[in-house]
């Protein structure tokens, strides 16, 4: 299971910090990613992370500004938003993969349960 905490109501520039705390063993061969959805669109793909290795790609959207990170001792992978959009509002889900690095949804096996970001403008 994936449990993602964080979300809230910031201003434009502000900062949040996402957090997925992960129940069950990671293993190398996984991967984390983050995933957020706005009102009446598809998922779009954020970050993404190996378990056992350095590797973090980003979305053009987010690059420069948000930073995903793990904590391989508490199981726990990162969102750091920095210089948040109005169009960053979505609700912003983690999920976890054994099919390395991809951006299409349907090939993440599980899913935390979703956290609210609204950036006012």
């Known amino acids: 299971q994936l449990q993602a905490c964080g979300g809230g109501l910031v201003q434009t520039g502000g900062s949040l910090r996402l957090s997925c705390v992960v129940s069950g063993r990671l293993y190398s061969s996984h991967a984390l990613g983050w995933f957020r959805q706005a009102p009446g669109k598809n998922y779009e793909f954020v970050a993404f992370?190996?378990?056992?290795?350095?590797?973090?790609v980003y979305a053009d959207s987010v690059k420069g500004r948000f930073t995903i990170s793990r904590d391989n001792g508490e199981n726990t992978v990162s969102l750091q938003m920095n210089d948040l959009r109005p169009e960053d509002t979505a609700v912003y889900y983690c999920?976890?993969?054994?099919?390395?690095?991809?951006?299409?949804?349907?090939?993440?096996?599980?899913w935390g349960q979703g956290t609210l970001v609204t950036v006012s403008s």
């Open positions: 992370i190996r378990w056992g290795a350095r590797t973090t």
């Open positions: 999920a976890r993969t054994i099919r390395g690095l991809t951006y299409n949804p349907g090939e993440y096996d599980y």
